[in-house]
Every structure is written in C-alpha cells, then in structure tokens.
C-alpha cells in the first residue's frame, strides 16, 4: 500500500464588498499545521490572488485574525488537527465587525483613527523611574496586546449595533486602562473614558476576554477597574444623596455625549 | 485593466519603513518641524520589530556596575571580528542608555531590578547582564512605544504600501519614490527632498527563518538600482535556536534569552557539547559560534530527531519559566505540543538578520547618493560579521533618531522641490502592472520557493567554493523565470502581485550574497568557508563593497576598513574588555585591604 499524502477540504470565503461565497478548496495537511499555513497551500497552489493578511506567523503580530468556523481567531495560532479530530469542516471568515476589502482582508483602519485621539502617556518626572515590579505587573499584562483587534470583532457594541461612533472598543479600554494605571502618568483621562471613549456602553458580558490571544483579562482587569474609576470621579455617593442618581446621569451622559468618534 | 489616475504627494523627509528605525526616525524628523510621512508594507505596528524578543542592549550597569560604554564597544566589536565600522559601534555604545530612557520617558515599561531600575538580563557574548527588555516580548515594547509617539506627533503615515523605484534628479540627488497602495492597487507618487530606508533585512531568502514575510530588504534593492553602495552582504546571521518541529514552525524563533535565563544544550548523546566549542562562554557563547556547534553536532550524527539539538530551562521551574518566558512557554504548547517547563525541545539554526547592507556615514546614515539616508539592518556596518543579540533594537534607536535628524536637516537646506522627470514615473507606471499581462508566466511564490531552496542548500552556515559555483549557476538559470512572474485577478489586496515585488527585490539582494561569499576567502564570524577554515588578518581589514551598474551588473571590490584611532585601538591589547578589568582589578583591591 501506498502512503497517500492526507488531504482536507478548507472553505475559505472569496469576495468583496459587493459580493462573495465561500469556497472549498483541498488542501494537503502536514504535521502541526495551523490554519494560515492552509491558507498559503492555497495562494501557492489554487488561488494565487486570495487575499489574507500576515506578518509574523508566530502569535506576536496580530495581523491575521479571522474567523474560523465563527469564532475570532488568529489564523497562525489556530492548529487544523483539533478539528481534523473531531470531523469539523474548517470555515473561514472575514472578521465581521470591520468592512470587508478582499477575501479575509478587512479595513481596520478606524481603530487606528481611534488611537490617535488618547492623551499620549505624559511623564510626571523625566526618565529613569524609580519602578517596582509589582507596579507594573498590570500594566505589563495591558502592554502585552498584539492590536489583533479580535475584542473589537467579538464586541457586540461594534459588531451588532455598530456603534463606532460612541464606543472606541475593549483594545482602547485596555490602551486606556494601561496608561491610566501607569504610576509616572500625570495625564487625566476619566473624562475622556466616560465621554468620548464611551465606556459606559460595555455592558460587561466578558466576551473580549474570552477571545484575547494574549490572555489578557481586559473586562476584569481593565475595564472595570476604569468603570470604577470614573464612577467614584462622577456618581460619589454624597451627590446622589443631593437627588443626582447615577441612572439619571448615565442617560443624561449618553444623550449629550454621543460624540463622533470617526 | 483600469488604469488609476496617478497621486502625487509632498513631503520634506519621505520614510520608508515603519519598524522601529523608520518610527524613531520619523520622530526626530517630525520634532525638526519637517513634513514627515512613513510608508509602511504592512499595518502600522506589524513591522518585524515586533518580533524581537531578547532585549536592548545598553551599558545603564544597573545591576553591574562595572560595566561601560567601552566594554560594550570591546563586546561589539570582538564579537563583530573587527570588520565593524568602529565609528557606528562607538556612536551606539555611547548613546544607547539615552535611548532607552527615552523609552520609558515616552510610556515603555521594562521589567524592574529588585531596587526599582529597569533589569538587564544576561546574553551570549556580553561581558555584562546588559539587556532592558520585557519578558520576552521587548520588540513588541519597543515598536509600541514609538507607534503611539508617531500617533500623537503630526506625522502621515501610509499602511500597506509597496514602494517600487527610487528617483533621484538630474544632478543625482534623491527626488521621491514610487509606490502603490496594496488596498487598491492606487499609485502614488512621493516627491521627496530627503529619502530615508529603513525596510529591514531580508531573511525572507531562505526558507528556514525567523523572519516575517515582510523581510524581503526592499530599501537595500531599491538603493542598489539606484546606483548605492552596499557591504558585507555575505554576512548572513544564523540564529543558533530556531523551532525545528512540527515543519509548520520551522524557523521560528527561541529567544536567545532561554539560554541567558539559564538553558542548557544537549546532543542525543546527552552531552553539553558547548563546553567542547567553547569552555568559556559556553551556552552564552556568540550567535555565530553557537550555530555552527549545532550544525556539526547534527553532520555527525548527534542531533535531535529531527535534526537539531536539546534546549533544556527545567531546572529553572515552571513558575520561574512562565514568569521570565511566557512567550515561548505559550509558542510551545500551542504550536509544538510541548511543555518546555517539564520537557526538553528540539531547537536549530535559523536565518535571522543581515548583518550587510547599504553603506553609510556613521553619523548620519548617509549614503553614496545625495539625501538618501539609510538606518536599522537595512544598512551595514554597526554589527560587522556577526551581530551580537540586543544591538539590534538598539541600533533602530540610536541610528534611526540619527538618520532622522540629518534627513531633516538636509531638507531644510533644500529649497526646491527637485525636480522628476515625467518619463521614469510613466516607465515605472506601466512597469509595475505588466505582470497582469504576461500569459502562462511563472508563480511567484513558486520562484521565490525555488530561490529559498537554493539558498538554503548552498549559501548556508556551512559555504564553500564548490557550493558557492553551484549556487550560482542555479541562480543564473532562475532568472527567466523571474521576469516572466505574472499576476492574474483584481489589482485589489492581491498577494499573488505583490509577491512579485518582494520576488524582485530579493533577487538582488540574493545574487550579492553569493557574489560576496564567493568574494571573501576565509572564515570570518559568519561567514564560514569549508575550504578557508582561517580567519585572515589582510581580509580583517576590509570590507567588501558591491554596486550595481547600468549595463555592467553586480560588481565587488574590497574596500579598505580606516584604522581606530589609539584610545580605543588600545582597548584591544589588553587581556580582557575594560570592565572587566577593572572589576578584576577592584577584586584585587578588596582582597588586599582583607
């Protein structure tokens, strides 16, 4: 008996903003395999002009994100032999939350017009700080975000109501969260979370951290801490004792504030 | 095809490369109040930078405070086999504790010593623990970092952009650059007064790499059709720990900073074969050394099982491991199945920087061609033929702010837009859609497989006469192929042309390589030459410079390499690097009053 090479069907989606399908295409399957890999078997062997985006194919970059079989992933991280094993056809996707420009190539530049809006970090003293370890430990695990924007596609506030105009996304309440926490900030910018950032629209569902490459814990660690923050800054209790209660004012905050973000 | 209507933008300093040369350099032009824009092949922040993991080497002495800009300078240059341009090392060495501090002056935050100053960890071939880093993704810091500065200064910068062609004027000097947008295929015209290249090296030759696939050296090609010179092109640095298994991973990179966190070695014979190559340094030995002690490990039979050798941090503990390594803990058991805290791992020789490329002035970045400005590893000279680890990150800093700076000063003093004739924007204009015309051409990534495949076989670690000729020859016969690389489909996002421009540059760059190893007869850090096992001190005194000529190709000559003045030729009579003297010295001291 010969040993056949093994092969596998992959459905890649194929178009643009106009129209598109998805497509099977076979692929041959190699020990370790992981998605992206699939998908230049294609581009080598099929489709030349199948669109995906990627750099570094090793989990550091964050350009190759995805969705496989619905669920935002990196393509480079997502290994083929678990769903090999299972007998799940493999689909992949465009991220949804961002306008398709080719194939699995989606327009992401809205999040870098958000960046552009934060308080640059603004050092209270001139470098080198004097830091202790256990200073930084939560703002190193901020820092550890690669920009894949998968929390951005999984968020519901930007994925199913689109809401872009009033809330910047769970990857800048973590940009602001770090810079927030950082002990040599002089900048303040709880005003900027609850108003322009809109942070009072993440209703807390954790949906981001599930989908987090790097594990950051951007709900629990990140976005209610700034929850808390801008909470104890603008609904303290001795005022709502005075009749302004912070259901009144998170309406009143949402109406005015329905800034532009774009 | 629609043709698109042409754009013509301008600006004072045009910057090619959006890594952590080109993002630092376009902050320094930026703060002399030049017009700055940045094109960048990929996303904003996706640059290979991001991937470097180890550190920045800087001589701060925060946890040795023997340690000194000298001692760093000895290290470099030592580990470089003194065909450095000693100037760029002394500038480096010099400067880098600033540009770290700048660093964190501008939001990145290192890990800390016990005492609140930023850590340094220990690395092969430094006299001293010496690199700043995060855990191990300090590329990552530092890329971030000076993302977000670019972002809050006024700066225009072009994602996924490909530049083509470089202009100069009629008098020679930098005009602009041509490009396209990938998105929409778009093409955009530059017009420059000064020109900066900060694309990277171009690992992306090879098929075993750590390399993104960006790593293509664009800014080396686009200087060499230019009429640039280049240097030292045959230094290739093999990084001694690559993944090697599954073949999905093959090339990725393990830090260097598992063995500075204390990992050990192993052949099949469980032997430390590193106390054998070199007793002193052992593990920590120089990148060069390393490799080569794997790769001979493996020739005779003692490798891994997949043809490597047995990295080993166990004994460190997992706590320790997951604390210092979280990357490559997490890059283990997702991509290999393995648990590097209760397993050994396979690991082996990958290509990972150039140390060669374009020729500059030490100070500025200056090369041959007036307001072309070069930084980072797409220029030579800092690293001669071996680079040690950390100075590379360091050297975007350093050589980036510099480039930057003297861009910007050039562009001043440049009044008038210069001028750029209609017809080579036209001739390039046609140029670059043509691959839409060529019927039953070649795959370019075909080509480019067929160029990694004979690259890898022949202008290995291990290089001599014979594998050089055969390299070659084969080189030759790929040729047709490459001009006839055609593309089919839309002009929009299409990977399959756009290969095609990394293809050509690569070409090149690949045809210097192989003329410079052929060039240099001896052994020589990286380069290793089977049938010259020597290092020979006339060839330590030149660097071999390349240019390309309309007409008459690829041409090489050995340019001598200018004598240190005495006050650091000195350095190197002596029996060790100048720190460690004067700890010696000091121990002695202390002994005595005992």
Known sequence: ?????????????????????????????????????????????????????????????????????????????????????????????????????????????????????????????????????????????????????LCQDICHVLRDHHDQNVYMGPRFMTKLAELEMHPMDASDRIAFTTQQAGIGWCNVTHCCSDVCPEGIQITGNAIIPLKERAADRNWDPLRRLFGHGPSAHVAEHKSKDRQKID | MATLSL??????????????????????????????????????????????????????????????????????????????????????????????FELENWGAVFDRTEDGKILQRPFGAHSF?????????????????????????????????????????????????????????????????????????????????????????????????????????????????????????????????????????????????????????????????????????????????????WLDIRHRGAQYVKQKLPGMYDQFLKLADVDITRERFEVGPTVHYTMGGIRVQAATGATNIEGLYAAGETAAGLHGANRLGGNSLGDLLVFGRRAGMAAAEYAKARAKWPQLAKNQIEAERKRIVQPFTIESGTNPFMVQETLQALMTAHVGIMRSKQSLTTAMEQFQALRADVERMAASGPIHFNPGWNTIFDVQSLIILAESVIQGAIAREESRGAQWRVDFPEELADLGRVNFVQRLSPGKGLSIEARPIPAMPESLARLFRASAAPGVLRAREEQRHLAKEE
């Not at chain 1, 194919?57 to 496989?68: F, L, T, V, W």
């Not at chain 1, 870098?112 to 003293?125: C, G, L, S, T, W």
């Not at chain 2, 002394?90 to 770290?100: H, L, N, V």
Request: proline share 4%; charged share 25%.
């Open chain 2, 129 to 309: 623990r010496r690199l700043a880093h995060v855990g191990d993704r300090t590329g990552k810091e530092l890329i971030r970092t000076l993302q977000y500065k670019v972002l809050s200064l006024d700066v225009d910068i072009f994602q996924e952009v490909t530049s083509t062609r470089l202009f100069v004027d009629d008098e020679g000097r930098i005009a602009g650059v041509f490009a396209y947008r990938r998105d929409d295929g778009q093409p955009l015209v530059f017009r420059a007064k000064s020109l900066i290249l900060a694309t990277g090296g171009w690992g992306r030759m090879y098929r075993v790499t750590s390399n993104s696939w960006e790593s293509t050296g664009d800014g080396c090609a686009l200087a060499l059709w230019l009429g640039a010179e280049v240097q030292d092109m045959e230094m290739i640095q093999f990084h001694p720990t690559g993944m090697v298994w599954p073949p999905g991973v093959r090339g990725i990179l393990v830090t260097e900073g598992v063995r500075g966190e204390g990992g050990l070695l192993f052949n099949s014979e469980n032997e430390r074969f590193m106390l054998r190559y070199d007793p002193v340094r052992q593990e920590l030995s120089s990148r060069d050394v390393v490799s080569r002690s794997i790769f001979k490990e493996v020739a005779l039979g003692r490798g891994s099982p997949h043809g490597g050798a």
């Open chain 2, 7 to 100: 754009e013509t933008l301008h600006y004072d300093v045009v910057i090619i490369g959006a890594g952590g040369a080109g993002l630092r350099a376009a902050v320094a032009a930026a703060e002399q109040r030049s017009k700055v824009a940045v094109l960048s092949k990929s996303l904003l922040g996706k640059a290979h930078t991001v991937m470097a993991e180890g550190g920045i080497a800087a001589a701060l002495g925060n946890l040795d405070p023997y340690d000194s800009w000298d001692t760093h300078f000895y290290d470099t240059m030592v580990s470089g086999h003194f065909i450095n341009n000693y100037q760029m090392v002394e500038i480096y060495t010099k400067e880098a504790p600033a540009r770290i």
């Open chain 1, 1 to 149: 008996m010969t040993a056949l090479k093994e092969t596998t069907t992959i459905y890649v989606y194929r178009g643009d903003a106009s129209s598109g399908q998805e497509q099977p295409y076979s692929v041959e399957v190699s020990p370790g395999m992981v998605v992206l890999d699939a998908i230049h078997y294609i581009q080598a062997h099929h489709a030349r002009d199948l669109a995906v985006r990627w750099n570094c194919k090793a989990a550091h970059c964050g350009s190759c994100s995805a969705e496989i079989n619905g669920r935002p992933k990196l393509l480079c991280k997502t290994r083929i032999d678990q769903y090999l094993a299972s007998g799940v056809p493999i689909h992949v996707r465009p991220m949804k939350t961002f306008p398709l420009i080719r194939d699995l190539v989606t327009d992401v530049s809205w999040n870098y017009r958000v960046a552009k809006k934060i308080a640059p970090f603004e050092p209270a003293e001139p470098a080198p700080f004097t830091l202790f370890q256990r200073d930084v430990d939560r703002i190193q695990e901020f820092r550890r975000c690669i920009e894949c924007f």
